[in-house]
């Protein structure tokens, strides 16, 4: 009767750990499937600069990690908003990024 309650247990660490695992893999594949365009390209154009021409200028890994956020961004529709209200600042209360841009912008020059 023990070996049962121990199997049984040890089956139910089993799937709650799948399930877990499951949980985990549905999170990743719906975020590398979104297909809707970085806003960091637009917010970048507000200011004047575009992450090709910051990364041409030397700043490719620091585009690549800030597209990264972008993409992980928990305020995309607070960003959207700004930006469809046509603004050229204000980003700075809501986006990670907004510390990287005065970098960024010295690929203007």
């Not at 009767?1 to 985990?24: D, F, H, P, S, T």
């Not at 549905?26 to 200011?47: F, N």
Request: proline share 5%.
């Amino acid at each position: 009767m023990e070996v049962i309650i121990g199997n049984a247990a040890l089956l139910g660490i089993v799937v709650a750990i799948a399930l877990l695992g499951v949980q985990a893999a549905t999170r990743l594949w719906r975020s590398l499937g979104d297909d809707r365009p970085l806003l960091i390209g637009e917010v970048m154009s507000r200011r004047g600069m575009t992450p090709p021409a910051a990364a041409a200028a030397g700043y490719r890994a620091e585009i690549a990690l800030a597209e990264r956020i972008c993409a992980a961004c928990a305020a995309q529709e607070r960003c959207r908003h700004w930006l469809a209200e046509g603004k050229a600042t204000g980003y700075e209360e809501f986006c990670p990024n907004a510390g990287r841009f005065p970098l960024f912008e010295r690929s203007k020059a």
